[in-house]
């Protein structure tokens, strides 16, 4: 039962367009997320965060949009850069489930330059 | 420099051969947990530990094992491997609930 889903498996996007990459979850006791990059051969890297109090959240580049009727969020990246391809994790934790954090499946974004 | 270690970052084992995959951060993070990413099913985490002794299963914990003797070591075992272990584990660390994960660079273990 994957709780978390990113349905779009990879995403392709012209260098200084936006990207918009989509996050879906079933769990509506989640109430924080998160997003996370990961380049070949090394960790994820965490990129921005959002709690369900909130639906919008900016650093820099990167905004995280949060829909809780339609258990949706999504990662906008505003102006795509080369050095942004990578894959993105979605992941999304409950309060008061400590550190029990499910990621979805990841999307490939490719930036071409 | 903050980070999480994990060792080794390749090993091929054999079925059978209990094996342990150690991580140490030096962060001071109360929270650790492991994570395994295979094709397809993204990242899926094995166990998780609040702090000193105290431990807890994910969503995959079967044929793990972990202890948290020291807040800086979260080591994971596999005391028999089998090759569906056969994965791409990350060790991670964060300072508290709301925080971002600090992730290590990958054990990746074969299984044969």
């Known amino acids: 039962d994957q709780q978390v889903k990113q349905n779009s498996p990879s995403l392709s996007v012209q260098e200084g367009r936006i990207s918009i990459l989509n996050c879906d979850y079933t769990?509506?006791?989640?109430?924080?997320f998160l997003w996370y990059k990961k380049y070949p051969a090394e960790g994820p890297t965490f990129l921005i965060s959002i709690s369900s109090i909130k639906d919008k959240n900016e650093d820099g580049r990167f905004t995280v949009f949060l829909n809780k009727s339609a258990k949706h969020l999504s990662l906008h990246i505003v102006p795509s850069q080369p050095g942004d391809s990578a894959v993105y994790f979605c992941a999304a934790s409950a309060s008061g489930g400590y550190q029990k954090v499910t990621f979805g499946t990841g999307t490939k974004l490719q930036v071409i330059p | 420099e903050a980070q999480v270690t994990q060792n080794p970052r390749y090993l091929i084992t054999v079925t059978g051969k209990k094996l342990t995959v150690t991580c140490s951060q030096n962060?001071?993070?109360?929270?650790m947990s492991w994570y395994r990413q295979d094709p397809g099913l993204g990242l899926r985490q094995i166990y998780y530990?609040?702090?000193?002794?105290v431990t807890d299963k994910g969503d995959v914990p079967e044929g793990y094992k972990v202890s948290r003797k020291e807040k800086r070591n979260f080591p994971l075992i596999l005391e028999s491997p089998s090759p569906n272990q056969t994965s791409l584990y990350f060790c991670a660390s964060s300072l508290d609930w709301g925080s971002g994960y600090t992730f290590g660079s990958g054990t990746r273990l074969t299984v044969v």
């Open positions: 962060m001071n993070h109360e929270y």
């Open positions: 530990s609040m702090n000193v002794e």
């Open positions: 769990n509506s006791m989640f109430d924080y």
